[in-house]
């Protein structure tokens, strides 16, 4: 059965170029052209990113988090003083120190996390994305208005 779901999982995959790069990529440890698309585009709204450089002084230190995760695994926090090593080697022509691209590597090593532990074949209608959100939302607020009413008919303790 888990065969089957995982035959099904590459076909999907596979007719789909962008996660057959990401995936596939990922399983060998080669940094895909779509990940650096995408920090291309979403480096600029990261809360480290710096005005004074550009996507060629982090794009390194994207790549290094993204292969650092299939290379060492486990938690970021742990890998840092390996990464600050390969950094220095692996930083290129980037401007920034270890201590400023630590950031962006985190932000690449949590994304090759998700791509390896939670995969979507990209049939969720963005509408479809919303109502969940939604219907989550409403849960939430239905447990705050509970706890509240709740709260108002507690009684304190006599001591």
Known sequence: MAEERESAHDAAVLNNPVAAELILGARGHVYPGAEAEYWRDA??????????RNFEDYHPAYELGWTGYFIYGGEFDTADRVLANDWDVHKGVSRLSWDE?????RAAWQRAHNATHYRTDGSAAAGDAVAALQEALNHAHDGELGF?????????PLQ
């Open 101 to 105: 691209a630590r950031p962006a590597c």
């Open 148 to 156: 509240t009413e709740a709260a108002a008919h507690t009684e304190t």
């Open 43 to 52: 480096h600029p709204r990261e809360p480290y990113f710096d005005r004074e």
